[in-house]
């Protein structure tokens, strides 16, 4: 899962990170308004942590955006401000969630579960596909009733593919999805390929039928 904290506030943005990445997430981050726009408008992400204050702009004309174009990602107001107005306010322009600054990080990371179990989940922690069964809450799949062993990136990108099914996703979107910010970093797709693979071998090896499809020159996509 990807999420992206928009905080001006370097400290608190390492503490997430920190916190998160044990929790698995892929976490970026854009510390001002210019970098926060760039951002939701190239990629996608699963959950956006977003300050309101910040460099160059207000966090509400983020949220305004990204409604506007209609993106599904999931948004929680991080923010010192704690006025009933501010959380109206905020909640009223399509945010899932509010936190006032300071928080418990152990409860900032229930928070994003909840609002990614609402937003791509119905509100639920399992997802069942024919013989795939995905507990996003215990972060465990299982294929006839065996539970697959896969590492984290595995784990990540067979999930990313489920809950998009039927849709092609591009290299470069798993990329990002996966790897965040260190995307940038690889040459070639060749890690991708690598790890959809693997994916595929486990799959196979547990009795599961072919529903990933390569996409010729584009990317993969998850058939059911």
Do not use: Q, W
Not at 25 to 36: G, H, L, N, Q
Not at 150 to 170: G, P
Not at 172 to 196: C, P
Request: contains cysteine.
């Amino acid at each position: 899962m990807k999420i992206l904290i928009i905080e001006d506030e370097k400290e608190l943005s390492k503490g997430i990170i920190s916190y998160l990445k044990e929790e698995s997430y892929v976490c970026e981050i854009a510390s001002d308004f210019k970098m926060a726009i760039e951002k939701t408008e190239s990629f996608d992400y699963d959950c956006i942590l977003l300050d309101i204050s910040l460099p160059g702009g207000n966090g509400l004309n983020i949220l305004k955006e990204l409604k506007a174009n209609k993106k599904s990602d999931g948004v929680i107001i991080i923010s010192a401000k704690d006025s009933i107005d501010d959380r109206i306010e905020g909640l009223n322009y399509g945010a899932d969630d509010y936190l006032a600054k300071p928080f418990h990080l152990s409860e900032l990371s229930a928070r994003i579960a909840a609002v990614i179990r609402r937003r791509r989940f119905d509100g639920n922690s399992k997802m069942v596909i024919n013989e795939i069964s995905i507990d996003t809450f215990a972060k465990i799949i299982n294929v006839n009733n065996c539970r697959l062993e896969l590492t984290k990136k595995e784990y990540d990108l067979l999930l990313y593919l489920v809950t998009n099914k039927n849709r092609v996703i591009s290299k470069n979107a798993i990329a990002a999805h996966i790897s965040g910010d260190d995307a940038d970093m690889f040459d070639s797709f060749d890690f991708i390929y690598a790890h959809i693979k693997n994916i595929k071998k486990k799959l196979a090896a547990s009795g599961c039928s072919d529903y990933i499809k390569s996409v010729y020159g584009i990317g993969y996509r998850f058939d059911v």
